[in-house]
């Protein structure tokens, strides 16, 4: 079996297991309730009538809020869960949007769609073990004047030990790591829209993943062609317990408890393609 099948079973295991703690969704999208945050909106700018991507858009929650505001949105992830799970939200809320369950590389490398907006956040290239080949196919996909934004939890959490001392992950690390997705919705709880816990089935499925440094990720973007516009980073992460140390603050989201030197949790980019 190939990485991307095991990572394709574990995270059909983790979509069913995340979802199973959100309650009605499309009950939620129709009230007008929001799963975007403020980081990658200010990013993405305006996205009336703009064709959009969500390169790894999993149970599409993301890239129907993205809708919503005026783009047309199409969805790819590799995850056949995810993605039914999406296009039975899209019916429910009547929001609309596509998805397509396909590898993103080798989609980025041949589809024939163009966009003038490329989105990917929160848990993305680690899952990809080409670097170069995502940022040439995003710049591939992108029409001339066409972004790509990207919002990430930043790499160097996941070097910081329990007790906060740098006892974990090499931030240059080049192993490749082999571990279930774990159920970090639950761990989250209402930053991620847990509105119930419900009994789930353990994951044991290894899914495959890497570590990016953000010099790696900024420069593969650089080299595609791109042209960096924005750079940011943040001292807090949206939505996700990314630490079992962090602590709850406003805004559905986890910050370093006091005492703690205050390094970056997220960082957020947009690339135009000229
Ligand atoms: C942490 S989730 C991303 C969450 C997403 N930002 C959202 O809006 O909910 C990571 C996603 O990457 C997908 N994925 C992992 N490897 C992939 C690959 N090679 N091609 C396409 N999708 C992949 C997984 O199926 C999963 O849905």
């Known amino acids: 079996?190939?990485?991307?099948?095991t990572t394709r079973r574990s995270w059909n295991n983790a979509t069913r297991n995340h979802n199973a703690h959100k309650g009605d969704q499309a009950a939620l999208l129709r009230s007008g309730a929001d799963v975007l945050f403020a980081e990658e909106l200010e990013l993405l700018?305006?996205?009336t009538g703009k064709r959009l991507v969500h390169l790894q858009c999993n149970a599409g929650q993301d890239s129907l809020g993205l809708a919503r505001r005026g783009a047309t949105v199409h969805g790819v992830d590799l995850s056949d869960e995810a993605i039914a799970f999406a296009r039975r939200l899209s019916t429910d809320s009547g929001v609309p949007g596509t998805f397509e369950r396909a590898e993103l590389l080798h989609w980025l490398a041949t589809t024939d769609q163009r966009f003038q907006v490329a989105f990917t956040s929160y848990g993305a290239t680690g899952w990809l073990p080409d670097l170069d080949g995502w940022a040439r196919g995003v710049a591939r996909v992108l029409e001339r004047g066409g972004s790509l934004v990207y919002v990430e939890f930043h790499p160097?959490?996941?070097s910081v030990g329990e007790t906060f001392g740098l006892d974990r992950d090499d931030y240059?690390?080049?192993?490749?790591?082999?571990?279930?997705?774990?159920?970090?919705v639950r761990a989250s709880g209402s930053a991620l829209g847990v509105v119930e816990f419900?009994?789930?089935l353990d994951n044991d499925v290894p899914a495959v993943s890497w570590q990016w440094t953000l010099a790696q990720i900024v420069d593969a973007i650089a080299r595609a062609g791109l042209r960096l516009e924005r750079l940011r980073e943040y001292p807090y992460a949206n939505g996700c317990l990314v630490h079992p140390g962090l602590v709850s603050t406003e805004g559905r989201r986890w910050a370093w408890p006091d005492g703690v030197a205050k390094v970056p949790l997220m960082f957020g980019l947009r690339a135009t393609k000229d």
């Open 1 to 5: 079996m190939s990485d991307f099948d």
């Open 45 to 47: 700018g305006d996205l």
């Open 156 to 158: 160097l959490v996941w």
């Open 172 to 184: 240059f690390t080049r192993e490749t790591f082999h571990e279930p997705v774990s159920d970090y």
């Open 198 to 200: 419900a009994d789930v």
